[in-house]
């Protein structure tokens, strides 16, 4: 008889346990940032980022919250982060209300940094999980045309991650053409790029690519460039990246022998984004490429997209794509492949 108080005891301490382990927890983590803004609302939770111009805070009664970085004055929060401005400095640290109004001070291993609160453009909380970090969209669209009989799918595929100075993402994207009495057309590609940010709006971009392509002659690009470049205008609805580097690649025709090349390249990529609703974001990327092995051939990429939000985390994508090669890999293919896509999509 004398077990049974023991085993009450021992399950009591258990399930107290249990209760502390828990609450210790990060999930159970009391959530202790603080957001003020201009109306004089004060906002407790946790901050997790600020991307595009809105700041995300996570609240225990009021959900994940998205609040316009132009309507808060002060944010205070004891966790460090990793802060960019709009001048390409970095920070670390954390966040503490500074004494005139509109600063804010950084904090970090006795060091204190003094910011305009206006000109910070980025902010990631260093804690948060691998897949807090993660951000990615999926696209799908698809097409028919009963005069041709032409179906026509559209798949796209982009995530990525952010950590201190650099970022890393990964895209695919695949169109499926076909009709009665003609060859089905394929167009794919799988890339994993890289990029550091330097002070000063400077980075360093490294991409891995594989494309195909029958349209313009081959089965298989297989590429690696790299090079450097730098963001000539950078706000909270604006960023403009124009650099230069090299890119080696190795062809597999459709008909004829597998080639490699050696390129110079040229990117320019021009991004515009709204955070009112409806958020509207537009994206132009335009690289061009010149062969330093074969001369006179060159090639060009063309990508403009539009996104329109319907509806929290899904929207709607207008794209226009264009790719031209002098020279075909296959003597007699297309130079050009160009089209345009509908798809409706999510992003996370």
Known sequence: MQDRPRARRRALL??????????ASPAFAVKTDIVVLRNGDR????????????????????????????KVVSVSAAAPFDVDDLRGNRYLGALVPGPVAGQLLIVWRGNTDTVELRSIFRLRRLSTSFWERLDGSLDLGASFTSA????????????????????VSADASSTLSSQPGAEDTRRNSVSVSYARRFEHLWVALVKIQFEQNRELGYDLRSS??????????????????????LSLNRERPVEGESTTNLEATGLLNYDRFSYDF??????VTLAGFASLNDGGRYRIEADVRLKRELVKDFYATLRGYESYDS??????AKR???GGTFALGWSF
């Open 336 to 338: 050009n492949d160009y």
């Open 278 to 283: 409806p958020k509207v974001d537009v994206s």
């Open 148 to 167: 041709t009989e032409l179906f026509k799918l559209d798949f796209a595929a982009q995530v990525g991650t952010e950590r201190p100075g650099y970022e």
């Open 327 to 332: 020279r075909p890999a296959t003597e007699g």
């Open 43 to 70: 906002l407790t939770g946790e901050i997790k980022q600020l991307e595009r111009g809105h700041l995300r805070l996570s609240t225990d009664d009021m959900g994940t919250l998205e609040i316009e970085w132009d």
């Open 224 to 245: 690696a460039a790299g090079g450097g470049g730098r963001y000539f205008v950078q706000t909270r609805r604006d960023r403009l990246l124009l650099g230069i580097g």
């Open 14 to 23: 258990g399930a107290a346990w249990v209760v502390l382990t828990l609450a």
